[in-house]
């Protein structure tokens, strides 16, 4: 069984400032990690995957998440966060093989900009 | 650029009313799904499809039945419709069934309210 804890349900945050939003999984498996995004009434998108090879990875508007074995982490960070970056963000993980494997995910993190 | 199509977006019924979501891709995917979002819960697997013809059960499939007769449409069925099932839905596909490392594409979303 996997799972997947957002410790945060809500994390609001000036506009120009640094933003983490975390995310800590459990599997028994190896695992894949996901961040969508998902923009006031539309359904989600990626922002970012790990599968393999390096720890980091970005997305194209300035997002990053680091694959943390040893602490089952894969928290999403910006250093300097925009207005349109408000969203809800959920973490997602999906392990084990073939038709089995299903994408699990936490309870979303609403990220809330202001000026 | 269809992609996912969901219809209808939004949806009155009463208890014990059925109704059909309907879901369509364009992407010759295998793999398509249904989740259902509500607050504090993040999204939750009703039902999945590997193919034509083939449909699973995922984490909530009680009171839903699915089918899929062909690689583009996966309807789901509320056949009585109860309070409990007062959310939003989404359906989401991918291209191979058996890639669990593939991102999925999310349609809009169909916003459900059982009287």
Known sequence: AQS???L?????????????????????????LFWYVQYPNQGLQLLLKYLSG?????????FEAEFNKSQT???????SVHIS????????????TGTASKLTFGTGTRLQVTL | NAGVTQTPKFQVLKTGQ???LQCAQDMNHEYMSWYRQDPGMGLRLIH???GAGITDQGEVPNGYNVSRSTTEDFPLRLLSAAPSQTSVYFCASRPRADANTGELFFGEGSRLTVL
């Open chain 1, 73 to 79: 982490s894969f928290h999403l960070r910006k250093p």
């Open chain 1, 54 to 62: 390096s720890t980091l990875v970005e997305s194209i508007n300035g």
């Open chain 1, 8 to 32: 945060d349900s809500q994390v609001p945050v000036f506009e120009e400032a640094p933003v983490e939003l975390r995310c800590n999984y459990s599997s028994s498996v190896s695992v894949y």
């Open chain 1, 4 to 6: 997947v804890t957002q």
């Open chain 2, 48 to 50: 999945y499809s590997v």
């Open chain 2, 18 to 20: 059925s109704m059909t």
């Open chain 1, 85 to 96: 970056d408000t969203a809800e963000y959920f973490c997602a993980v999906s392990g084990g």
